[in-house]
């Protein structure tokens, strides 16, 4: 167990339609990040959050937003969903933000559009 | 900007054999390096980092991981594979100028045969 909990874990939504994933880090982690694995992507950085504040960003659309709250969950907002989005999505946690710091990752929400 | 690549994104091996995960690296700067597992259902799991120091570095469940600057490689080893070795592993690499982000390879299906 890596002490990273995702809910929820299975997400089926309509295109058009928004959802919202959920993540609380391991306890004593500041840093969280979030991740898309698709077959044909693989595994694709969107963006990372260190103390509520945006550290990093990678190809996340704009129809995609993130937010770390003060007790340092956070959250992951898809909206205008396609076809395209479905994909298993990974939050995964850090004690820093040092690039030296290894990932302690989620068991994931796979996210089904219909 | 740093990128991974894996060669072969399945490899097959008897059980007691070599097993021999092969990474390549781009990076500008010292990387940061990684070894991740993935077993079904699950997030990714670290097996074994390097960092600085000691370009031989040993991780979990008997595996182990050569950083070879001359030859930007970071492949991963283990000497006899074991039936619970089958599972997706990732290359991932990170530096200080990356901003912060970890950047996965494609992955490589481990498959071991009875």
């Known amino acids: 167990d890596s002490g990273v909990t995702q809910t929820p874990k299975h997400l089926i939504t309509a295109t058009g339609q928004r959802v919202t994933l959920r993540c609380s880090p391991r306890?004593?982690?500041?840093?969280v990040y979030w991740y898309q694995q698709s077959l044909d992507q693989g595994l694709q950085f969107l963006i990372q959050?260190?103390?509520?504040?945006?550290?990093a960003k990678g190809n996340i659309l704009e129809r995609f937003s993130a937010q770390q709250f003060p007790d340092l969950h956070s959250e992951l907002n898809l909206s205008s969903l396609e076809l395209g989005d479905s994909a298993l999505y990974f939050c995964?946690?850090?004690?820093?933000?040092?690039?030296?710091?290894?990932?302690?990752f989620g068991n994931g929400t796979r996210l089904t559009v219909t | 900007a740093q990128s991974v690549t894996q060669l072969g994104s399945h490899v097959s091996v008897s059980e007691g054999a070599l097993v021999l995960l092969r990474c390549n690296y781009s990076?500008?700067?010292?990387?940061?390096l990684f070894w991740y597992v993935q077993y079904p259902n699950q997030g990714l799991q670290l097996l074994l980092k390097?960092?600085?120091?000691?370009?031989l570095v040993k991780g979990i469940n008997g595996f182990e991981a050569e950083f070879k600057k001359s030859e930007t490689s970071f492949h991963l080893t283990k000497p006899s594979a074991h039936m619970s070795d089958a599972a997706e592993y990732f290359c991932?690499?990170?530096?200080?100028?990356?901003?912060?982000?970890?950047?996965f390879g494609a992955g490589t299906r481990l498959f071991v045969k009875a």
């Open positions: 995964a946690s850090s004690v820093s933000e040092l690039s030296n710091s290894p990932l302690h």
């Open positions: 306890s004593g982690d500041l840093s």
């Open positions: 959050y260190y103390n509520g504040e945006e550290r």
């Open positions: 990076s500008s700067v010292p990387p940061y």
């Open positions: 390097y960092t600085t120091g000691a370009t």
């Open positions: 991932a690499v990170s530096d200080d100028t990356g901003g912060f982000k970890t950047i």
